[in-house]
């Protein structure tokens, strides 16, 4: 039996089962071409099942006018579709409500890879497919192979033809079963002469195209390798699941080890030619250990630039995490680097591959030679000799100090001091400079302090104990304590790191533009980088779609425009843009230090991020840095900004757009509100003059009656030239046009003549004035005032049939006017918006007549003049019934 752990089902594997429960499970019918026969198959399981009692529903099947698959559905009951409206035509498409409401045990539901219409819930099929599932409905589904996203590309090479309808990997990884519909490519193609798949005219199309003998292997090849693929992860899921030690050999699988230190360049690219021999999955695994130091990110990026599935863990024995991971992951193969172990390792037999070698018998080994030498040791902020230096002057300090203690402590007691000072030797240079500060601190103490003194032999057997204790314990500070101090050292470089990060979210997230975004970003990765940067971004579409000509068709490739850079002086020369633009249509970096235009002085990262489980190109992060590989903390801190930047330009994008649905929701409601307005309040006056002008064409009308006439034509004419004064306003104060003329104003004339005026046009209604003797004259445009009072006043009047009242007082440094009525009060819900242009609050039963814009014209002309205006009702309580009384209060600074 292999050595393995405690055996224990793996959490991650029965999280994912976890997961699981409650949804829907999901069955994919695959396919390597049209026609093979996945809806037929599908359809007939369905019909056995139907014909077993169980509920089976077809959501949606695509016929394709194929006579073997209408006569396959006509048995099953159908879920009406439902109709969507799209550029003058009716598309019958999936009605997914209907089929929420209707929670069928089994939909059968045709072409996962399938584009809804415009107006439906979700943009894709398989988003319904997967709130189906949430909802707890099992499924049934057909898909090519070549609709799966990571085969576009190599469909694309062996077909000519890109596929641009395509499901995300994600979506067949969580299917509970794949069901491989398999035909030779032969009987494929006579199907297709035989008129089965399409007709004549279009199966000779197919044949000179898509459907090419050899192009249908080769799609028949990878078909088979998807489903391969998924039976090998079904089968190492369940041995994760029921704690089952591997590997089991049923299919091959490479296991690649990057190092923390030096390069796995060799180690890597020797997997991957094993793995691409053997046709066999590649993963790759870094265990970090305590105290361990270097950097694995540029080995794992490299990793996945191969195709390997990368994996960290964590773990103080090396050899026993590779194994177990190894056995949970099911893999064949290990690939291992030589690497350089220290000369006691090697004397000791020690070695990582030696461990290897006796504990994996169940596994091939593979060993790398060394394709580079021995990797530096880690920069220390003093001369690596210097260390050497500190086991003497410790040592020497410890010997003083003895000497000084000297009759004071017993002899075993002396021995302390020199444990401490092996203590520190360790915490300071490590655990080889600390084994000879032990072995000299040892010397030291028995020579000169450990009876029969100035020699080195030991009398007592209570001095000889001592000294064996001694021993073991400076053997065990050597170890622990050097392990310590190297912990201790990445912990705070880590912790520094952490902070770093933390600063650059803080410092990303404050920026509330997106060109002071794009400013920020540059400045950040300039100095990490220790040189210049800058910021690419795709061309907006609005402005690509403005550009004429090859313009035009640049802006459609993705162009990247630059959009941030310093210095300020720092150019993108022809090779860089050539990089960048590598780097945007492959999502890929490219540039200096990377495989791909490594002779460019920049080099660009790619910004992407996931939306609707896709990865989208947001732009590139260009650097030029001093050397081909930057030091691994500023490495990791690039990494960290890369995810931070993709992560706030998505944010926002985001905001931008919510916004702009905003402002097009508010233009929206605007034209809505004008057109009602319009219609409203032009053909109400128009109709009544144009009555009465036909009504004086007739001579015989009475003297009264004709001046009765010419009054309402001219009392409609005053109305019609009020509301365009009102729109003409409106627009004047939305472009900032108004411009008051402040003088010192008398607030008590000004309420003074607002209500003689209301007087003079409503004879009889009764208005009150509360004007203090004495108040102050603020700086106002009096024309401006007298237009906000006769406003509120006739606003007042329109609402209310009881009495009027106009005030003013001084409140500290502010004067407030103030305007009430008795009426039936705006509703609370009401208030926010009593000052929003065309919006008419609903006080009563019967509406009164105007435009809407008396209030919002008052709070421009206010905020033009420097004050506020608001709104409070009901400031009348009435017992048993609602509160009545509005209260439109003004004010301005003295």
Known sequence: MPETESARADPDALAELAAREGRGRLKVFLGAAPGVGKTVEMLAEGKRLLAAGRDVLVGLVETHGRAETEAAVAPLPLLPLRAIAYRGQVLQEFDLDAALARHPAILLLDELAHSNAPGSRHPKRWQDVEELRDAGIEIWTTMNVQHLESSAEAVARVTGIRVVETVPDSVLAGADAVELVDIPPAELLERMRAGKIYRPEQAERAMRGFFKEGALTALRELALRRTADRVDADVTGWMRRNAVTGPWPVGDRVLALVPGQGPADAVLHQAKRIAVALRAPLLALHVEQPGQSGDPGPGLALAQQLGAETEVTTASDLPAAILAHARMRNATHIIVGRGHPP??????????????????????????????????????????????????????????????????????????????????????????????????????????????????????????????????????????????????????????????????????????????????????????????????????????????????????????????????????????????????????????????????????????????????????????????????????????????????????????????????????????????????????????????AETLRISTLPEATRADLLASIEEEATRLARWMSAILDIVRLETGQLTPRREPVDLGVALENAAARAEKLHPGRRITLDIPERLPWPGLDASLLDRVLENLVDNALKYSSGAIRLGARQDGAQVVLAVEDEGPGIPPADLPRIFDAFFRANRSDSVAAGSGLGLSICKGLVGAMGGRIAAESPIVASPGAAGRGTRITLRFPI
């Open 343 to 692: 000369l006691w390792r090697r004397w000791l037999g020690r070695t990582l591959i030696l461990a290897l070698a006796r504990r994996a018998t169940e596994f091939t080994l593979h060993v790398v030679p060394n394709a580079a030498p021995r990797p530096a040791a880690p920069e220390r902020p003093w001369p690596a000799w210097t260390s050497w230096f500190a086991i003497p002057l410790l040592v020497g300090a410890a010997t003083l100090i003895c000497d000084a203690l000297d009759g004071r402590v017993p002899d075993a007691g002396l021995g302390m001091v020199y444990l401490a000072a092996i203590v520190a030797i360790a915490a300071i240079t490590g655990p080889t400079q600390a084994s000879l500060g032990a072995a000299l601190s040892f010397l030291a103490w028995n020579y000169l302090f450990l009876p029969p003194r100035y020699t080195l032999t030991i009398d007592s057997a209570q001095d000889v104990l001592g000294a064996v204790i001694f021993g073991a314990v400076a053997a065990l500070l050597t170890g622990t304590t050097g392990r310590l101090g190297r912990n201790v050292r990445m912990a705070a470089s880590r912790l520094a790191a952490l902070r770093r990060l933390a600063a650059l979210s803080r410092r990303l997230n404050a920026q509330a533009t997106l060109p002071e975004l794009q400013t920020a970003v540059v400045e950040e990765a300039s100095r990490i980088a220790g040189g210049p940067a800058c910021l690419l971004l795709p061309l907006d579409d609005a402005l690509a779609a403005a550009l004429p000509g090859q313009f035009a068709r640049d802006a459609a490739t993705d162009e990247p425009v630059l959009r941030a850079i310093t210095p300020g002086h720092a150019t993108l020369d022809d090779s860089a843009m050539a990089s960048a633009r590598w780097a945007m249509a492959n999502r890929r970096e490219a540039g200096r230090g990377t495989a791909t235009l490594p002779n460019s002085a920049w080099r660009f990262l790619p910004l992407t991020a996931l939306r609707d489980g896709e990865a989208v190109m947001l732009g590139l992060l260009g650097i030029r840095p001093e050397q081909d590989r930057p030091d691994p903390e500023a490495h990791r801190a690039l990494e960290a900004l890369v995810d931070q930047v993709a992560v706030a330009l998505e944010r926002a994008r985001l905001a931008d757009a919510a916004a702009r649905d905003r402002a097009r929701g508010e233009t929206e409601a605007l034209r809505t509100a004008l057109l009602t307005s319009l219609g409203h309040d032009l053909r109400t006056p128009l109709t009544v003059i144009r009555g009465a």
